[in-house]
């Protein structure tokens, strides 16, 4: 069975700090990985997914996330906060064998201080 | 640029009673999904089409839901009747429907149920 697990049900950051929100997985085969964000009262949005090609997966608005196989981890990154990535992240899992089947972690919702 | 079209996007009813959500998929998607979202919580899938089919209603509670997607296009959900505890967002996605890793799913903007 698949999993992930968001740590930190809140995570608040200055405008201009470094955004930094942490995954991990649980998969018994080589996982696909993704980052989805989601703002109020809409769907949800890709913002980047990894699938076993480079450990370093760049994505959509700045964002950025590592895959660490030795740690079963996809931490979700960013430089520099600005006030309208203020929104709902969720980590979330597949595999190849059922790449449709994506598992969603409870999420993160991400507050940016002035 | 395409996207996934939901109605209604707010829908308040009493429990016992019928509701139904409809989704049109970004066209030429074979693939359609119903997903729940329970508030603070991520997303569950519902059910997963490949044009007509069912091809996943594992964790669809058939004994009050129910969906079809007849001619392989747009799709509707079905509640009947409607308890408390289906408060929630039901979000539709759709995708290209290939195998590859490279297929992605695309979200609408999801229904808001209410059921007092």
């Known amino acids: 069975a698949q999993s992930v697990t968001q740590l930190g049900s809140h995570v608040s950051v200055s405008e201009g700090a470094l955004v930094l929100l942490r995954c991990n997985y649980s998969?018994?085969?080589?996982?696909?990985l993704f980052w989805y964000v989601q703002y109020p009262n809409q769907g949800l949005q890709l913002l980047l997914k990894?699938?076993?090609?480079?450990?370093l997966v760049k994505g959509i608005n700045g964002f950025e996330a590592e895959f660490k196989k030795s740690e079963t981890s996809f931490h979700l990154t960013k430089p520099s906060a600005h006030m309208s990535d203020a929104a709902e992240y969720f980590c979330?899992?597949?595999?190849?064998?059922?790449?449709?089947?994506?598992?969603f972690g409870s999420g993160t919702r991400l507050s940016i201080r002035p | 640029e395409a996207e996934v079209a939901q109605s209604p996007r707010y829908k308040i009813t009493e429990k016992s009673q019928a509701v139904a959500f409809w989704c049109d998929p970004i066209?030429?998607?074979?693939?359609l999904y119903w997903y729940r979202q329970i508030l603070g919580q991520g997303p569950e899938l519902l059910v997963q089409?490949?044009?007509?089919?069912?091809?996943?209603d594992s964790q669809l509670p058939k004994d009050r839901f129910s969906a079809e997607r007849l001619k392989g296009v747009d799709s509707t959900l079905k509640i009947q009747p409607a308890e408390l505890g289906d408060s929630a967002m039901y979000l539709c996605?759709?995708?290209?429907?290939?195998?590859?890793?490279?297929?992605?799913?695309?979200f609408g903007p999801g229904t808001r149920l209410t059921v007092l």
């Open positions: 996605a759709s995708s290209r429907g290939w195998t590859e890793n490279t297929d992605t799913q695309y």
């Open positions: 998969s018994s085969v080589p996982p696909y």
């Open positions: 990894y699938t076993s090609a480079a450990t």
């Open positions: 979330a899992v597949s595999s190849y064998s059922s790449a449709s089947k994506i598992i």
């Open positions: 066209s030429g998607h074979a693939t």
């Open positions: 089409f490949q044009d007509e089919s069912v091809v996943d």
